[in-house]
């Protein structure tokens, strides 16, 4: 496909979510990239800020299957993964899939449900496949998880542990909707109907040809050194207790193929990794006590992140 074809596919993706999602076109933007790149998004917000909405519209617009899992403190890993039944007519036990089975699920509120069901998602997060009774199934594909949840000052809440929080590419926030367009979400009130009149733009077997070309973007070995020196100096700061993982290395290298890819270009540019620093960085580190601020953690990461790539020289 011609870079300018695929440029022009993508705002027409970006346009028909924007119907139903107001005014949160950088938002729209990450959750493209973040499917492309293979990877799953967390999205940190107040309630009521269309979350729900953006993973149901990601949904019908690649004409994907779509299940929404409510977490909650009763919650148990058999009710995301499925369970294996015993079928009294032939005998024999039968797997009966969760709802993570399908191509996009939205994991709401993901930290109101105990550190034990958090940790179902793990495997299928990773390896896009589950194991229960020590048999293994795949997943659809293409596959991808947008979890959802509260701040963590808010009540009933279970911080996500580190190794939870370094399967998603992505962290975002929705934001409240700017002046305009929260008076023409409440003068209009046409959300739910938007996204019933939402047509699949693109097939999910497209999705998954597009996720094989994001791979093949070209990156610059300068690029990939100045991500370990922002990766390094993380590892180094006074200020964090836990720098960025290796892990998180390469996520920012996908993401960055991803962007470039989206963006018409067949090779990723310095302003790709920058952008993307924060939102692939910030929920991977961890604030020391020695950093002092009245902001809260998450806004603390981004802050001194921010500073580290300030002070780190970009390739010219």
């Not at 079928?87 to 105990?114: C, M, S, W, Y």
């Not at 809440?157 to 909707?177: A, N």
């Not at 929260?182 to 739910?192: A, L, R």
Request: aromatic residues 8%; charged residues 25%.
């Amino acid at each position: 496909m011609e870079r300018n074809e695929t440029a022009a596919r993508v705002a027409e993706l970006q346009r028909a979510i924007a119907t139903v999602i107001k005014g949160k076109d950088e938002a729209i933007k990450l959750a493209l990239v973040t499917l492309f790149a293979r990877g799953h998004l967390l999205i940190e917000d107040v309630p009521g800020v269309g979350k729900t909405m953006l993973a149901r519209s990601l949904a019908r617009c690649f004409n994907c299957s779509f299940h929404r899992i409510q977490f909650t403190s009763d919650l148990l890993p058999s009710d995301v993964i499925g369970i294996s039944v015993y079928n009294q007519h032939n005998q024999k036990f039968e797997f009966k899939p969760g709802p993570v089975f399908a191509n996009v699920v939205l994991a709401d509120e993901i930290n109101r449900t105990t550190p034990k069901t958090q940790s179902a998602l793990l495997e299928a997060m990773n390896e896009f496949q589950v194991t229960v009774d020590n048999r293994t199934y795949p997943l659809p594909q293409p596959f991808m998880v947008l979890a959802t949840q509260n701040p963590i000052e808010h009540h009933g809440t279970y911080p996500l542990p580190e190794s939870q929080l370094d399967r998603f590419l992505l962290r975002i926030r929705m934001g409240y909707p700017e002046l305009e367009s929260e008076k023409e979400i409440v003068h209009n009130q046409t959300g739910s109907q938007a996204l019933e009149r939402l047509q699949p733009v693109m097939p999910a077997e497209e999705v998954v040809t597009w996720q094989e070309q994001v791979r093949r973007v070209r990156v610059d070995e300068a690029l990939m050194d100045y991500t370990l020196a922002i990766v390094e100096r993380s590892r180094r700061s006074e200020y964090l207790s836990l720098g960025v993982s290796p892990r998180g290395s390469m996520m920012l290298y996908r993401a960055a193929q991803a962007l470039a890819f989206l963006e018409g270009r067949d090779y990723a540019l310095p302003d790709d990794f920058k952008r993307l620093v924060i939102p692939v960085f910030a929920h991977r580190i961890i604030v020391s006590s020695r950093y002092i601020s009245t902001l809260r953690k998450s806004d603390q990461a981004e802050v001194i992140l921010q500073g580290i790539l300030d002070t780190t020289e970009v390739p010219l």
